[in-house]
């Protein structure tokens, strides 16, 4: 069948908007203004771990099949299920959907009624959740069609106001390897994680449109992620642009929804937070209601349809509005240990299944994600050694900055890529052994 533009928009759209969420808009802008005259070198390491990977994620899933756990079942069926899990729990109930509700508060509630209490806020945000995601059929279409086109047209206004007046001239960086801060700082979107869960969603709403050809849903997929990717690019690269551009006016030590809202105040004057505020409540609530329908979807799916879909929603909502309560800064810090663990194993998957026609052996997966775990895990504890001075890992963690690709925070590449080759060179040897037995 024919490739409707309509339908490759709406879809286009409403998977830049699920993924455009909170961190999306806070994290480019803190990015600029450490960045400061490097600004492009951050941004570009910003782009490759998000939109790049999130999007390759997307459309490799949908090529694996279409369903969230199989972008890691060739390591075993088990391992993929346990992994779209974690993944979903991850962006789900615990970080990134409460991050929205918390956000939504400091940003825009916040910078209009100071002493609000954030209970308040979440209450109504995740109830507005609640109400749009029990309605999943509809999910995709009235992001896509409707709450987008506000988003895209709020932030126009901020990207040209930055562009045709500037605060200032982007002063010298305030960090050093701005391309790998930039790769790093894109880990804390989330995005990643959330390939294979939207992957499902993109597939599921287009055959709901009619696309049940294999070949038509891929290239379908294709043109969605362009869509999706183009957007989410162009808003990167001006936000953290319009931060550069403040850079002399914050530190490192400033909180990222701080630089944000400051950034808007400085660009677009004494309203900037206003229109903004507007601009996150609605990035919020998009990522906020496509991200728990497609958790409830998910776990319904794996009941075998024991639990109801109001019932998972619900009960997604009733978490997602406690743990919104502890604030931004405060989720950041909590999912930094586990994003940092699970992160290089999404990527080296992602990055392997692209290949997948070509790969032999389930067992080079599972050498690749042995690889990246290792390098993901010593890293986590290492942030876990801020709290606990047992944990003495300063000789791995300068082996480790020494690996190659480390300038790019890639040093988990060459470990995996290692291990996969080991793992691939036995299960040869296995093969042939049994031949010559």
Known sequence: MNIKTKDIIIIGFALFAIFFGAGNLIFPPYLGVLGG???????????MSDPLFPILGVLVT????????????????????????ISVVLIGPLFSVPRTG??????????????????ITSLIFFSLTAYLALNPSKVINNIGKYLTPAIIIILTVLVISAIINPVGTPPASQIDHTFAYGFREGY???????????????????KQRGYTDKKTQMKAGVLVGIVAFALLAVVYLSLTYAGSTVSS?????????????????????????????ICVTL???TTAVGITSACASFFVGQSKGRWTYQAVT???????????????????????????????IVMVLIIFSLFDRHI??????????IGAGLIGLVQALAILGRYFEALKLEPVLNFISQLPLSQYGLEWFLPSLLCAAACTLYAYWQGRQSQLN
């Open 360 to 369: 032999k052996y389930n067992t080079t997966y599972t050498g690749a994600v």
């Open 283 to 285: 990035a919020c609530l």
């Open 37 to 47: 005259e490097n600004w492009v070198n951050a941004a570009f390491g910003f782009l």
């Open 249 to 277: 006016l914050f530190t490192i030590a400033d909180d990222r929804t701080v630089v944000f809202t400051g950034t808007v105040a400085q660009i677009l004057g004494p309203y900037g937070n206003l229109i903004m505020g």
């Open 188 to 206: 804390q979107t989330m995005d990643a994680l959330a390939a294979s869960i939207l992957a499902s969603v993109v597939m599921s709403e287009l």
């Open 314 to 344: 619900l009960t997604c909502v009733a978490i997602e509005f406690v743990i919104s309560l502890v604030g931004t800064t405060r989720i950041i810090d909590f999912a930094s240990f586990v994003l940092t663990l699970i992160y290089p």
């Open 102 to 119: 918390a956000t939504t508060h400091e940003v825009f509630v916040q910078s209009l009624w100071p002493d609000a209490p954030i209970w």
């Open 62 to 85: 949908i090529a694996l099949g279409g369903r969230a756990d199989d972008l890691g079942r060739r390591v075993h069926p088990k391992f993929g299920i346990i992994l779209a899990g």
